[in-house]
């Protein structure tokens, strides 16, 4: 997949849980709230990695929720970029083209 394919949908999707919030909440979460769920996903990706690498004891087999993990971190990554109105993919490439001038 595309990196703008995923950013686009990223934000329908994150449109559709918009509704779902309205629907029980009878508003949006806030950009703030958004981050929170951020941090909560990036906490739960920094213990199960401490559980695949047997360092935290979470059952057997982690990687499964290891791996949703990671990419609902990168979603709420894109979804808070573009609520706060910053290009995710130039966000992205600028990172990227600094760090190989520092280090390439």
Not at 34 to 49: E, I, K, P
Not at 53 to 74: A, D, F, Q, Y
Request: a negative charge; aromatic letters at 8%.
């Amino acid at each position: 997949m595309e990196f703008r394919q995923a950013v686009d949908q990223s934000i329908e999707i994150r449109k559709a849980y918009h509704k779902l919030e309205e629907m029980h909440h009878g508003s949006r979460w806030s950009v703030q709230e958004d981050a929170l769920a951020f941090l909560t996903d990036a906490a739960r990706v920094g213990r199960l990695t401490m559980a695949r690498e047997e360092r935290w004891p979470m059952g057997n087999n982690p990687e499964s929720e290891l791996t949703h993990k990671v990419g609902e971190s990168i979603w709420w990554l894109i979804v808070l970029a573009e609520r706060m109105g910053i290009d995710s993919n130039d966000a992205l490439e600028s990172f990227l083209e600094k760090k190989k001038s520092d280090f390439l």
